[in-house]
């Protein structure tokens, strides 16, 4: 499925990041949006200018009327991250000699550690909480289980199919993204779990591909999962957010302040950069200095 605009240089663009980079149809659509948006203020502002007339001027003007609109700064950095890419692209193809994006700062951010739920809560939900009867429990009980014990990305679990879980490795293989393939262990108490809700799929008829279904057999849709996620961890934590990304910053946060390596927090939560898991190390200095501060005599 493409994506087209009614901007020759943007469809260019677009295709560039779904053949070549293969990046998701929501990651092509949040670009697209982004690129209209720009190309119809400057249609606006300006009339047709061709590229080489776009300036950091032209950009700045842009960014600062979005401003003017209330947009956060995290929205803004977005937009600007798009039109980056946008014209490193134009310069890679050499359309253009330089990008109008040198002279344009983005905004600065001010670091929001993750949401995370306790150990012990976790623990309670899994102990304590009465779950569903029936495939519906089982099922969702199960996906929390996974989320937790492997920090998988909700589109990761739903597109994951049954031939991707390796029961005699105790390993599962996901799709992250950019099409990056990782391979994910799981303890043996989870692989029999999972042995058994396959062996059940098998004697009810249901044949699907996928790993995780409903009880009609159809693959589990994302609001659906957000829904029975937040319904279960509101019988444990007071988090204001309770979500499946909670569960993966629960999972990566619990292994840092247990003394893993960082790398290899970086490799299980499928990171490009070592920047994006560096954020839960403050977590751990924030527990050290919580330990610090209740047994020191002179805290």
Sequence with gaps: ?????????????????????????????????????????IETQY???????????????????LKEAEMTGKSLNRKIS?????????????????????????????KRLPVFVAENDMEQMFMNVSFAEGWKGFTEKLVLQLFYATGMRLSELIQCKQNQVDLSKKQIKVLGKGNKERILPISESLAAEIKLYIQQKREEGKEAPQLFITE????????????????????????????????????????????????????????SSLAATQVYTHNTIEKLKEVFAKAHPKA
């Design 1 to 41: 499925m493409s994506i087209i605009t009614r901007y020759t240089p943007v469809n260019a663009f677009l295709n560039y990041l779904q053949f070549e980079k293969r990046y998701s149809i929501h990651t092509i659509t949040a670009y697209s949006n982004d690129l209209i948006q720009f190309f119809d203020f």
């Design 47 to 65: 009339g047709s200018i061709p590229l080489e007339q776009i300036t950091g001027s032209v950009v700045r003007t842009w960014l600062a009327s």
């Design 82 to 110: 798009s039109l980056k890419s946008f014209f490193k692209f134009q310069i890679q193809k050499a359309v253009l000699k330089k990008s109008p994006m040198e002279t344009v700062i983005s905004p600065k951010m001010s």
């Design 216 to 271: 009609n057999g159809k693959p589990l849709q994302p609001r659906a999962v957000y829904t029975f996620v937040k319904k279960y961890l509101s019988q444990v934590t007071t988090l204001q957010k309770k979500s499946p990304h909670v569960l993966r910053h629960s999972f990566a946060t619990h292994l840092m302040n247990n003394g893993a390596d960082l790398n290899a927090v970086k490799e299980l939560l499928g990171h």
